[in-house]
């Protein structure tokens, strides 16, 4: 596949060169999907555990980091796909300043690594790394997924993506996978959110006092 970014009437879209018949995929970032105080991801993550700031490491299209700073959370995004931080800086343009949510440019490892032992560290680390395969999604959400793996690439480094995770955030690393898939490296998560298909598994971070 091979996909390149063109203009359309809704703003920057990316699209498939083999597959011109389909329509653009333009990053909005003016509707975020509600969640609730129960919903696995906003439990995963803490809301109501005295979580508040949370490091995305993969922002993608942006529906998780928006939805979570919709509910209360103070959200940072990075991105690496420069086909992906252009469709970000264009729907960043036109939507304007989003409360609560950053989007920063960079590797998700590098990053972190700036990150960790400072003031800045966040409290909770999210990683939702490309799944190992399509699964059985919508059609839709299969295009879409597509479009994403051809822009980013494979999740090859999600080992050294958990370790850094791990070493930066002050209390929890959540993990979102497919619900059959094996956890990452073989780690063992403190608890699991099952859903229909997929899962979030949580690994608590503990800190040497002193």
Same mark, same amino acid.
Do not use: N
């Given at each position: &596949?091979? #996909?390149?970014?063109?203009?359309?009437?809704?703003? @920057?879209?990316?699209?498939?060169?083999?597959?011109?018949?389909?329509?653009?995929?333009?990053?909005? @970032?003016?509707?975020?999907?509600?969640?609730?105080?129960?919903?696995?991801?906003?439990?995963?993550?803490?809301?109501?555990?005295?979580?508040?700031?949370? !490091?995305?490491?993969?922002?993608?299209?942006?529906?998780?980091?928006?939805?979570?700073? +919709?509910?209360? !959370?103070?959200?940072?995004?990075?991105? %690496?796909?420069?086909? $992906?931080?252009? $469709?970000?800086?264009?729907?960043?343009?036109?939507?304007?300043?989003?409360?609560? @949510? %950053? !989007?920063?440019?960079?590797?998700?490892?590098?990053? *972190?690594?700036? *990150?960790?032992?400072?003031?800045?560290?966040?409290?909770?680390?999210?990683?939702?790394?490309?799944?190992?395969?399509?699964?059985?999604?919508?059609?839709?959400?299969?295009?879409? &997924?597509?479009?994403?793996?051809? /822009?980013?690439?494979?999740?090859?480094?999600?080992?050294?993506?958990? /370790?850094?995770? &791990? /070493?930066?955030?002050?209390?929890? #690393?959540?993990?979102?996978?497919?619900?059959?898939?094996?956890?990452?490296?073989? +780690?063992?998560?403190?608890?699991?959110? &099952?859903? #229909?298909?997929? %899962? !979030?598994?949580?690994?608590?971070?503990? %800190?040497?006092?002193?």
């Amino acid at each position: &596949m091979s #996909v390149r970014l063109v203009d359309t009437e809704d703003g @920057l879209g990316l699209v498939d060169d083999e597959a011109p018949e389909l329509s653009p995929l333009v990053l909005d @970032l003016t509707s975020p999907r509600k969640l609730g105080k129960a919903d696995d991801l906003v439990r995963a993550l803490g809301r109501d555990k005295g979580i508040v700031s949370v !490091f995305d490491c993969t922002a993608g299209l942006g529906r998780d980091a928006l939805a979570l700073s +919709a509910v209360g !959370f103070h959200v940072v995004t990075c991105e %690496r796909s420069p086909l $992906l931080q252009q $469709l970000w800086a264009d729907a960043l343009e036109r939507a304007g300043p989003l409360p609560r @949510l %950053r !989007f920063i440019e960079g590797d998700a490892v590098d990053l *972190l690594e700036q *990150l960790r032992g400072t003031d800045d560290a966040p409290d909770a680390v999210y990683l939702d790394p490309m799944y190992p395969h399509e699964g059985p999604r919508k059609a839709l959400q299969q295009r879409e &997924m597509r479009l994403l793996r051809a /822009a980013v690439g494979g999740g090859d480094d999600v080992e050294a993506l958990l /370790a850094a995770a &791990m /070493a930066t955030a002050k209390k929890r #690393v959540v993990v979102k996978r497919p619900k059959k898939a094996p956890t990452i490296a073989g +780690a063992v998560p403190t608890h699991t959110w &099952m859903g #229909v298909s997929t %899962r !979030f598994d949580l690994f608590s971070v503990v %800190r040497p006092s002193g």
